[in-house]
């Protein structure tokens, strides 16, 4: 019987462990990182897992470095004499012993708007939202020593809806996952699967996002910001400005009308307050159009009149967010 362990720190981790255990899937090891850890690499969506490990009567290791570089992390990884291992919610590549030390090998989910090689790294799925896309691969592959540049063992793909957030793309991405190990799950663990090289093309990657990347640029226009705050929304820190110096984070939003109708917003700049309604929801100007947003978080409340404010200084650091455009050859 292979020995199988999981590598993960995230909610989706979680999921898929339940989803594995319920399939009948022994887990010998699961490899985690503890909240110090996961706050100094900014990992987003966190999960602590010792009380789940323990629940699961999981044997459990935390690991001393996230990227599993350090001697006594490679030491111990190699004690477990796992045969395979189920990468998910990792934000990192194996290094090479710990890979050589794996009899079947280790296997992950990467996904892309475009399928691989195209759209490696990082946050394909905040991206593919910003980007305007309209599907998303999810493929199930084995991973190697070069980022997502594994063999596929087999994709999925779902379609990406205007209604779409960073949280529902999160949840089809994340049943996708776990329909393709179940339809994977018995070559996985008799390491009888067939695998598929990706596609001879050229690959592409997406840079890494961080909080600070999810700043507004007032320049764009109003479809473009409604979709980089479903992009960045929770379990992501979310979108945000300034009001007087102040951070407002606009979580939840949608176009409310365009400049079909004029109700008093064509002469105010873009990032002005226009409307405050008696439920705190309220009405932002946006080049071509009006956005209403439905949740926020800001220190003082809002009022009509008030300017949300992106300091150009800031918006230089981060050009990357503009809409389009935005994979890079590595």
């Known amino acids: 019987m292979s020995r199988v362990a999981v590598f993960g720190c995230k909610h989706t981790t979680a999921f898929m462990i339940d989803a594995l255990l319920a399939d009948g899937v022994a887990i010998d090891q699961l490899i985690t990182i503890d909240p110090r850890l996961a706050a100094a690499h900014e990992v987003a969506d966190y999960c602590d897992l010792r009380e789940l490990a323990a629940a699961r009567s999981l044997p459990l290791y935390q690991a001393r470095s996230y990227g599993l570089k350090s001697d006594e992390d490679q030491r111990a990884l190699a004690g477990f004499g796992i045969d395979l291992a189920f990468v998910i919610g990792w934000q990192r590549l194996l290094p090479g012993p710990v890979l050589q030390s794996l009899r079947i090998g280790a296997f992950g989910m990467h996904g892309s708007s475009q399928n691989l090689p195209i759209g490696r790294g990082r946050s394909p799925m905040n991206w593919s939202l910003i980007e305007g896309r309209s599907q998303f691969y999810t493929n199930l592959f084995r991973y190697d020593d070069q980022v997502d540049a594994g063999d596929v063992v087999d994709t999925l793909v779902f379609s990406i809806r205007p209604s779409d957030t960073a949280e529902t793309l999160h949840f089809k991405n994340t049943l996708a996952m776990k329909r393709l190990i179940e339809r994977n799950l018995e070559a996985l663990l008799t390491g009888e699967v067939r695998l598929q090289p990706q596609a001879d093309l050229v690959p592409t990657y997406y ?84 956005l209403l947003v439905h949740e926020h978080a800001s220190r003082r409340p809002l009022r009509r009149g008030d300017r949300l404010v992106s300091p150009p200084e800031a918006i230089r650091q981060f050009p990357r967010n503009a809409a389009g455009g935005h994979d890079v050859e590595a």
């Open 207 to 290: 840079p890494k996002r961080s909080p600070a990347d999810s700043l507004i640029d007032w320049r764009w226009d109003i479809a473009q910001i409604d979709r980089f705050i479903r992009a960045v929304a929770p379990p992501f820190n979310g979108a945000f400005a300034f009001r007087d110096g102040d951070q407002v984070v606009l979580q939840r939003a949608a176009i409310f009308e365009t400049d079909l109708v004029d109700f008093g917003q064509r002469a105010q700049p873009a990032g002005s307050v226009l409307e405050v309604f008696p439920n705190g929801k309220f009405l932002l100007r946006c080049v071509g159009g009006l």
